[in-house]
């Protein structure tokens, strides 16, 4: 079969010829103007017409799912959101990515993520709408650029099925509706490989440098994560540039010191600063960006030696990764994690492997097109491949949300490999078509049983039709001469079968997605499953209403809870107790353990409620904190960044996050609180529910008896989150002191203590 040119031919093959007459200009119209509206609607004159009209249907259909109902979420993840608020009022809270306008401490992340947040915020008013509509633009941004990448070397078909597929990904839907930064890392990684592509077609400098701005970039919004797949493109161009190879080695040096340039100037502003001068570095225990970044952002998520964390890793042996879940080549097959993006990725690990056999003899003796089509595959292949190993492997912190990291390679490779196979034709074409459609139906059938009571007639509905789809395809191969019209109308039929039940699944998980409200720090997309972990197992929230057989009695609200069988080795990752764990149930799924009765007062008690999600502020505690605020520096301060959060987001006033998001950060020391306080620049220190649960109280733990306040494995720790295992922690101390020294004032189910009326003597 002879080469094909995307800029030549049709989808399907055929030679495409361009019927049009020219610009036909309105009386009274620009020329100019005609024009661009002309390109608009009717694209690239080597496009077929339905081209398009069906890419901007596409993309109204994908932006109308992204903002639908979007404020039910309200403020979402209430860290990052807390942060966006600061960042709105503060320009020095905008730059370093403050938790509060103060300047206390950072989130744990660097602050390029929060900025398009930040401005909209400052534009339109803080709100849930004016936090989130930017993420949901990133989403629609990112299934047009990816169309637009595929569509270059493989045609409209492919590019509209890759953005298909990508625009209901449910782990993709979950994002792009969500305030965390992985939506825009998602669209700086497609952005990075757009430009790799680009610059492969003919050596240029200019694309390549621009993919090391977006890696760059890439590393301001998460760190080391947007590297994953940087050695994979490198090498691929390296291998593959159509340019002499000292000229590639040179082009790939000025690339990378583009990356620096880009994701470095802030980190250099950071690390040369005096640290009075900035907010403390949230997430690191020595107030350093670089140690955030290689340690607990960095290479504590692959190893999970992560200091700081509340529980992560610690090993991985025997394919465990400790708290975070299984770890293994089929990890992201498993009840946590296939509903949220395998559907399609045996399809795509096939095509793949298809596509670069067929395309392999593309040396200097075959065209240049097809080598470039093996190029592109490669590209995309590795970024999926490199990305697909380290999160099997990876022993540290590792969400199910981490997956919309490979759902745009994916769904490149879905419709680059389909459209690639399906021009060549044949009977061996067909039969990978056919295999591919029987094995993406099966799997989509697994998938859906593992949530048997939420729509029990899509999973055979999904198999039967899928099967059909693959024997149709089957059969139109080996057609004969006298039916080969037949068979060529009775494979288009099977082969739209196939799409339609391959992508009818995920579509399924979407339209339940964005039904669904998400709080919280863990997020899933979908149904609850069987066989789930239990934390952040199920859609929404941690603890949930209707929970099934994982959720913890009297747990939060804002979803389904895991139908799972809780965390893997009971209580908190790592073993760790917790105070308040269920009496009945422990932590989602595990026996044992005292104070179920306390587990729907966990929010405000800086419990896992309090972890992972913010407290509930009643318009009493809200009125207390706003009583005067403004002569404080910070209205109040509490334990950890998500009941901190709370309270600035009802309050809209500074409030300090003790010890970061996980209470374990070293700042502020006691010394330095004791300081701010006898300054007069905090009010209120936030206890938490009724029961108080000061840090340095000794509890109940979930399966490990009497603890004090969260001892691990590793040895007693005095205080909740505050320190390591053996550690006493800053947070602890503060609040031991605040505990023995001033007055407490309960309002509700709320407990504040009041730091400026100490106890009488």
Not at 210 to 222: D, R, S
Not at 242 to 254: I, T, W
Not at 490 to 515: Q, R
Not at 517 to 524: F, N, R
Request: charged fraction near 15%; include cysteine; hydrophobic fraction near 45%.
């Amino acid at each position: 079969m002879a080469p094909e040119t995307a800029a030549h031919h049709a989808p399907d093959g055929g030679p495409q010829a361009d019927t049009s007459t020219g610009p036909q200009t309105a009386p009274g119209e620009s020329p100019a103007r005609s024009g661009l509206v002309r390109r608009i609607v009717r694209g690239r004159p080597a496009d077929p017409r339905w081209a398009r009209p069906a890419l901007l249907a596409l993309l109204a259909v994908t932006a109308a799912l992204y903002v639908w109902d979007l404020s039910a979420s309200k403020y979402a993840n209430q860290f990052y959101s807390a942060a966006v608020q600061a960042g709105s009022v503060s320009w020095k809270a905008f730059f370093f990515g403050s938790s509060d306008a103060a300047n206390a401490i950072t989130v744990d992340k660097p602050p390029a993520s929060l900025w398009p947040m930040e401005l909209s915020v400052r534009l339109f008013g803080l709100s849930s709408w004016a936090i989130l509509v930017p993420e949901a633009l990133m989403g629609v941004t990112t299934v047009g650029v990816l169309y637009a990448t595929v569509r270059r070397r493989f045609g409209a078909a492919a590019g509209l099925l890759s953005a298909g597929a990508l625009a209901i990904t449910p782990v993709a839907v979950l994002m792009f509706r969500f305030n965390n930064p992985d939506a825009m890392l998602c669209l700086l990684m497609v952005c990075a490989v757009a430009c790799v592509l680009r610059a492969l077609e003919a050596g240029r400098t200019k694309w390549l440098v621009l993919a090391g701005v977006c890696f760059g970039l890439g590393f301001l919004t998460k760190t080391l994560q947007a590297w994953l797949i940087l050695p994979a493109l490198a090498v691929v161009y390296a291998c593959c540039a159509p340019v002499a190879v000292r000229k590639r080695l040179g082009q790939l040096l000025l690339a990378g010191a583009a990356l620096v340039v880009s994701g470095g100037w802030w980190v250099a502003i950071v690390e040369l600063l005096p640290a009075s001068a900035r907010p403390y570095v949230g997430g690191s225990q020595t107030n350093s960006f670089l140690e955030l970044t290689f340690g607990y952002n960095g290479l504590g998520r692959i190893d999970g030696n992560e200091r700081g964390s509340v529980g992560g890793g610690h090993g991985g042996a025997g394919g465990r990764g400790g708290g975070w879940g299984q770890t293994g080549i089929t990890r992201l097959f498993s009840s946590d994690m296939g509903g949220q993006i395998s559907w399609l990725l045996p399809a795509a690990l096939i095509l793949l492997v298809v596509a670069v056999c067929v395309l392999w003899r593309a040396r200097r003796a075959v065209a240049a097109e097809q080598a470039a089509q093996r190029a592109e595959f490669l590209v995309w292949g590795g970024a999926l491949l490199m990305t697909f190993t380290i999160f099997s492997f990876m022993s540290g912190i590792f969400h199910q949300y981490y997956n919309i990291a490979l759902s745009p390679y994916i769904a490149a490779l879905v419709g680059m490999g389909s459209v690639l196979v399906w021009r060549r034709g044949g009977w061996l074409a067909r039969g990978v078509l056919a295999g591919v459609a029987a094995v993406t139906a099966v799997w989509s059938y697994v998938l859906l049983d593992r949530s048997p009571q939420w729509l029990p007639w899509l999973r055979w509905t999904v198999l039967v039709l899928g099967l059909l789809a693959a024997l149709g395809l089957l059969l139109s191969a080996g057609a004969d001469a006298r039916v080969r019209r037949r068979a060529g109308v009775v494979a288009g039929v099977a082969a739209g079968l196939g799409v339609a039940t391959a992508l009818a699944g995920p579509l399924a998980y979407t339209l339940d997605t964005i039904n669904t409200p998400k709080g919280g720090s863990i997020i899933t997309a979908g149904p609850a499953v069987q066989g789930g972990r239990g934390f952040g197992g199920g859609p929404g929230r941690m603890f949930g209403r209707g929970g099934g057989k994982g959720a913890v009695p009297g747990g939060t609200t804002g979803g389904r809870g895991s139908a799972g069988r809780g965390f893997p080795g009971g209580g908190f990752p790592g073993g760790q107790g917790f105070p308040g764990a269920g009496r009945t149930g422990g932590w989602p799924g595990q026996p044992g353990g005292a104070g179920a009765e306390r587990a729907g007062r966990m929010r405000g008690a800086g419990g896992m409620g309090g972890l992972l999600e913010g407290a509930t502020v009643s318009d009493r505690a809200k009125r207390l904190v706003e009583r005067n605020a403004d002569h404080y520096t910070w209205a109040a301060a509490a334990i950890g960044s998500q009941n901190a959060a709370s309270y600035q987001l009802a309050t809209q006033k500074p409030v300090m996050a003790i010890g970061g998001f996980n209470g374990s950060d070293p700042s502020p020391t006691l010394a330095q609180f004791q300081r701010y306080v006898a300054e007069g620049k905090i009010h209120y220190f936030i206890a938490g529910g009724r029961d108080g649960f000061p840090a340095g109280r000794t509890t109940r733990g979930g399966a490990g008896g009497k603890q004090t306040g969260g001892q691990q494995a590793g040895g007693k720790q005095a205080g909740g989150f505050g320190g390591g295992p053996g550690e006493r922690g800053t947070s602890s101390q503060i609040s031991a002191w605040i505990e023995k020294t001033f007055t407490k004032v309960t309002v509700g189910d709320a407990t504040f203590y009041d730091l400026t009326r100490r106890k009488a003597s």
